[in-house]
């Protein structure tokens, strides 16, 4: 079952919530729900904008997810049991 609540918020948050709601297809009752859903379950909130890299960094990080589906374990790092090792590792000559 559905129900109505009301809510005070100031109109400007209201109309800027929408307009990116929108932006990203969904409707602002859906933001609101979901947002009231996870904070039943966790029982806390987090606010937080999502990371968008700038156009360099998206396409080394493309490159990146390339190398990893075609298995190229060369372009990363091993797992190491030290940081002895790992200094020795990102120093050594490749």
């Known amino acids: 079952m559905k129900t109505v609540i009301s809510v005070k918020v100031d109109t400007d948050v ?3 919530a929408r307009k990116l709601a ?3 297809g969904l409707p602002l009752s859906t933001v609101v729900n979901s947002q009231l859903k996870r904070f039943v379950t966790d029982q806390r909130i987090e606010f937080a904008v999502p990371l968008i890299p700038n156009a360099r960094t998206a396409k080394i990080l493309r490159q990146a997810e390339r190398d990893w589906k075609e298995g190229r374990k060369e372009k990363f790092s091993p797992v190491f049991t ?5 200094v020795a590792w ?5």
Request: glycine share 0%.
């Open 90 to 94: 990102l120093t050594a000559e490749k």
């Open 82 to 86: 030290s940081a002895k090792d790992a």
């Open 14 to 16: 209201r109309d800027k």
């Open 22 to 24: 929108k932006k990203i």
